[in-house]
């Protein structure tokens, strides 16, 4: 059986490899903004997992025909800041200082949102999604230090413009909560998935 990754994150992949998992990538392509504005009133945390479901339904298409016994997961995260503002991925210079200069010093909470496709014969026998959050705290980077990790191009790219894995990391005072869901991937959380659809993580390895 094989794990699809539905994501183009590095992180992630790195993150399964290092937990002993070598996944098939397909990225999903998915409008991640239309996806978010067709929801009605939603809650954060139903942000994130409408999103991670997208992305898995997204490569169904492809996945069942290629490896039609396998599981597909789908994730998303992003940033509750302290002022109740839910951020994905600034993808501007402009966008990433902004969003520093607001956090820098506070606390903010990392949603992560997942969604499992069993599939068995190319069908989906099984799915389960649900979502992980885990407190940030931020530190502050002096303006010498901001402006050179917004001109390394990392902040742009993923949820709340940091990262724990990376240059991020020097920035962020300490987390509660899993690690590898701040990562891109919460592992506790895909394992409680798994076991819902019936497969034990150790059958991936």
């Known amino acids: 059986m094989r794990l699809v990754l539905a994501s183009a994150s590095p992180a992630r992949l790195s993150v399964l490899r290092a937990a002993g998992i070598e996944p098939v990538v397909r990225v999903s392509g998915v409008d991640e903004d239309a996806v978010a504005a067709a929801l009605v009133d939603p809650k954060p945390a ?66 992560t949102g997942h969604c499992l496709l069993r599939l068995r014969g190319g069908e989906v026998v099984g799915r389960a999604a649900g979502s992980e959050q885990t407190t940030i705290r931020f530190g502050r980077p002096s303006e010498e230090d901001l402006e050179a990790y917004l001109a390394t191009g990392e902040p742009l790219q993923v949820a709340g413009a940091f990262t724990l894995d990376g240059l991020g990391g020097w920035f962020v005072d300490g987390i509660d909560g899993d690690p590898s869901s701040v990562i891109g991937i919460s592992l506790p959380l895909t394992r409680g998935l798994l076991a819902e659809v019936g497969v034990a993580v150790s059958t991936l390895w």
Request: charged share 25%; net charge negative; aromatic share 4%.
């Open 46 to 111: 139903e942000v994130v997992t409408a999103l991670a479901v997208a992305k898995a339904e997204a490569v169904l298409p492809l996945v069942a025909t290629e490896f039609p016994d396998s599981v597909v997961i789908g994730c998303d995260s992003m940033l509750l800041t302290a002022d109740g503002t839910l951020e994905g991925k600034p993808g501007t210079v402009e966008a990433a200082r902004d969003r520093w200069r607001r956090m820098a010093g506070t606390s903010g909470t990392l949603l």
